[in-house]
């Protein structure tokens, strides 16, 4: 049987989640009716379209849709976001029972809420996909006791993008026939392996420009490790989500540390697989745990050696020194030892490559569309 399935996220930029949404609803293909809600205008609604989904714009107030995560404390919301939320749930509501889908996906902890309690006043099951680690390292309690609240009440199932997301998360309220479940982000492999890569030693760090990420941490390990070769670090992403000053310390910072003509500032890339094609490491070092770490299965998928973080999501799925390395968060010595390490080892470089294109079959889009349909079924029949 082929379920309608409305998707609701409320911003229509390429970050990690809504990248996600794309890739999983490519592996889904025609096996389901997929219309997309987004609450702005912006470059995920054309790759949405591309990849067969119906979309539209039910563009949310300004006012509800600034409102951050790491932002919510109690008293702080205003009435005036909390009216335009409100406002924007009864218009949800009656959009999706003009739409009538078997259930209704939500992409993002805000679309979580909003789309949670748009769900429930229509009378449709709705699905959470938690993508977020629900803990005080990552959100404000006042947040947490939200979610972890809502999430006992607003859906009928909780996804999570791995079991150190799915920890911080209570177990589903009694009656729900649908446990609690951890679905991995598909990552379907795009560029050519085991080519050989010209020029100087590249080591790279993939994502969004943002003080948790551990940019700064980058540039530090990488000048210790190569004070003074040929060496290169990029840095590929861009600030987001009002972090643009970070940015520009990390330029300050690069020049600081003598290693400012080796730092290469990529800005943001829609094809990672290019970037991934040009480097001879890949460095993930977040100081907060990640909750899954998509670009860390992208690094092995694309034939590179992986150094990341000993915390959350990446602890998941790197097994060190098999399929990559694992350094602990913000160990600048050590994320430097690291380095120079696999440079200078080849025969260990070799495993880790080996050893990560192995693991990355593990997140193939087969799985996740496998494991998404289960979950609808079982929400939708039970």
Not at 35 to 53: K, Q, S, T
Not at 242 to 261: C, K, M, N, V
Request: glycine fraction near 8%; hydrophobic fraction near 45%.
């Amino acid at each position: 049987m082929r379920y309608r399935v409305v998707y609701v996220d409320h911003v229509a930029r390429l970050s990690g989640g809504e990248i996600a949404l794309v890739r999983a609803l490519t592996a889904l293909g025609n096996r389901v009716d997929a219309h997309v809600i987004l609450g702005e205008h912006g470059p995920l609604f054309d790759r949405l379209r591309e990849v067969g989904a119906t979309v539209e714009v039910l563009p949310m107030p300004v006012a509800a849709r600034e409102v951050r995560k790491d932002s919510v404390r109690l008293g702080t919301l205003g009435l005036k976001a909390m009216s335009a939320s409100l406002q924007y749930v009864w218009t949800l509501r009656r959009r999706l029972r003009e739409l009538q889908p078997d259930v209704i996906h939500t992409n993002s902890l805000k679309a979580a809420f909003y789309g949670g309690a748009a769900g429930r006043l229509a009378g449709i099951p709705v699905i959470w996909h938690i993508r977020d680690r629900i803990a005080p390292d990552y959100l404000p309690m006042a947040a947490i006791r939200m979610v972890r609240l809502g999430s006992r009440i607003l859906p009928e199932a909780v996804i999570a993008n791995s079991h150190a997301t799915l920890s911080t998360l209570p177990d589903p309220h009694r009656g729900v026939v649908v446990t609690n479940t951890v679905i991995y982000d598909p990552i379907r492999r795009a560029a050519p392996v085991g080519q050989t890569r010209e020029g100087p030693f590249r080591v790279g760090i993939v994502g969004r420009l943002a003080p948790w990420k551990g940019q700064d941490v980058f540039l530090e390990a990488f000048a210790r490790a190569f004070p003074d070769d040929e060496s290169e670090a990029w840095i590929v992403g861009v600030a987001m989500f009002g972090e643009d000053g970070y940015a520009d310390t990390l330029q300050t910072q690069a020049r600081r540390l003598g290693i400012s003509d080796r730092v290469v500032f990529r800005g943001f890339r829609e094809d990672v697989w290019a970037e991934l094609s040009q480097m001879h490491l890949l460095v993930h070092c977040s100081l907060i745990p990640e909750p899954f770490g998509q670009v860390v299965v992208e690094g092995m998928a694309a034939g590179v050696p992986v150094i990341a973080a000993d915390a959350g999501g990446p602890a998941e799925i790197i097994t060190h020194n098999v399929d990559g390395m694992l350094t602990p968060p913000g160990d600048v010595a050590a994320l430097a030892a690291a380095m120079r390490g696999i440079r200078d080892d080849v025969p260990l470089r070799q495993t880790l490559v080996s050893g990560g294109l192995a693991r990355a079959e593990h997140y193939s889009p087969e799985n996740t569309a496998r494991s998404l349909l289960a979950v609808y079924e079982a929400v939708i029949t039970h």
